[in-house]
């Protein structure tokens, strides 16, 4: 596995060591190493740890570890400029069994087009596999593909109209975004029209980020609230982007809670960790014989909402008594 070695130790001790994990009742065949691929989001994600600790052990779980009969290769989208194209093709190369990925699109299309063959677990927070052609229906994958579908589309949706009953008198909404939250962006533009919001727009498409400059053009647009879009390249800047939010006085709706603990003001949607449980999961079932199409496509069944009144305070604002009593976590 492809860890520095802070992040390495960082990673062994959250796991507890192997003996902390209990053996499956079938072991894998003696002396065969399972070969998994993992093309991950965003290393740089403070529950990106954690989840790996809740993939691992599922894996532990069904008797795989890594070191014995399990090698795992992570690539990362956050930290590998090259295109998806070519860190798929060089994962397949490897011989791998099977697949993991809960990057965007893009990195799932590149896996397909490499390794037709290969098994693949999906987290799909990004994009809609059904939509994409990627699985038949949630029962019934259908093919090689399988996982888990978190309907981040769906969730920018509920985002937007949470921004409106949170702030009421506000009308004018902008969205900050890049191609890997596309789909959110329409998604989330359908609502606000909806809604009767004046929608302002900016979708920032030249890697390194700047976040500065984004978030001066937005002032420029005078928007009331903002929503900023789900993508693993704004993760590893959360406290910056954060930060400018509270310096334009910007109310600021965010995916992962994350953010909010970083100093954003509010936040809805899910939680990697189980997701990352039911990943590993499925990737240990495939790899004892499971066929994917056997393996339905599950969705998460919890959201949370979490907001800072610290940030809340900063900027001025007070929040209404009904978004506070729903909120699963707040910060004081």
Known sequence: MQFD??????????????????L????????????????????AAPTTIPAMQAFFGALRALGFREGANL??????ADEDAREPSLLAAELVQSKIDVAFTDAPEAWLRALVAAGPDVPIVMLAINYDPIMGGYVKSLSQPGGNITGIFARQPELAEKQVELLTETFPSRTRLAVLYDENSSEQFRAAERRAKLLGLHLFALKLEHR???????????????????????????????????????QRRLP??????SYVEAGGLLSYGIDRVPMFRVAGDYVGKILKGVKPTDLPVVQPIRFQLALNLKTASAIGLELPTSILLRADEVIE
């Open 71 to 76: 090698n795992a290769d992570i690539k990362w």
């Open 208 to 246: 390194p980020y700047d976040f500065v400059a984004a978030f001066r053009t937005l002032h420029e647009a005078s928007p009331h609230m903002l929503l900023v879009l789900s993508s693993p390249l704004f993760v590893p800047h959360r406290v910056q982007i954060a930060e400018l939010a509270v």
């Open 5 to 22: 070695q802070v992040h390495r130790r960082a990673f062994i001790a959250l796991l507890g060591g192997a003996a902390a994990w209990p």
């Open 24 to 43: 499956a009742a079938r072991a894998q065949e003696p002396g065969k190493i399972a070969r998994v691929g993992i093309l991950s989001s965003a290393r």
């Open 252 to 257: 600021t709706m965010f995916i992962f809670r």
